[in-house]
């Protein structure tokens, strides 16, 4: 598995504490107690459901709880800014994931430059950021399976079938371009806790934004 620090030295960013380990420990309770539903995938503009490419639980995530990460993502905006050398609009579609058991997510893009029906936000969306929440070895809440692994990010020929497989380090925050190619491969056992959310460019001046 890769380090934090290769993982920048090519190209992404990682901001390892940005949560303490009793908040990720919250998150995880919060996970557990909070309704959910089955996480949706974008297509033709629209936001649906297909378990034959992602199968994971979204959590709901009370006003005052997502308020508060957000101001903390947010936080980090400066220094991605500097480390992707772009400037950042809102912090937009915060979400909380738990992948159980036989869950995953097929390699894929957060963004689809090509697709003129994508979604508003989709189309929006210029870096992705994941907070980890829990890791195979943690003492608490372990899992097996579940790698987040990269495709693309070696500068050689045929780059997008070589896999570099992050380690995970609860608290960490990672961030990265949404058309780098990614997938979380199935899990084994256990839980994995995780949120997601995107960076939209400066042209999302909404006062809110709806969260498919």
């Not at 649906?48 to 005052?64: F, L, N, S």
């Not at 508060?68 to 950042?88: C, K, S, T, W, Y």
Request: a negative charge.
């Amino acid at each position: 598995m890769l380090s934090h620090a290769i993982f920048n030295q090519l190209g992404a960013f990682t901001h390892p504490g940005l949560l303490t380990l009793e908040q990720c420990r919250a998150w995880r309770l919060r996970a557990e107690k909070a309704e959910s539903r089955p996480a949706r995938i974008h297509r033709d503009g629209t936001a649906v459901e297909d378990g034959g490419i992602r199968r994971t639980q979204q959590v709901h995530m009370a006003p005052k709880d997502k308020a508060r990460l957000d101001a903390q993502i947010a936080a980090v905006g400066p220094d991605l800014e500097r480390h992707f050398n772009m400037a950042l609009g809102p912090l937009r579609e915060c979400k909380c994931l738990v992948y159980g058991p036989g869950d995953f997510f097929v390699p894929h893009y957060d963004v689809d430059e090509v697709d003129h029906k994508a979604t508003t936000n989709l189309q929006r969306r210029i870096a992705t950021v994941l907070i980890v929440l829990n890791a195979p070895d943690d003492h608490e809440a372990p899992y097996q399976g579940g790698d987040l692994t990269f495709y693309g990010l070696l500068d050689v020929p045929d780059s997008d079938e070589i896999g570099l497989t992050l380690a995970p380090d609860p608290g960490m925050l990672i961030a990265f371009k949404p058309n780098v190619l990614h997938g979380i491969s199935p899990i084994l056992s256990g839980n994995r806790y995780v949120i997601v959310g995107w960076f939209h460019d400066q042209s999302d001046n909404r006062a809110t934004a709806h969260d498919p």
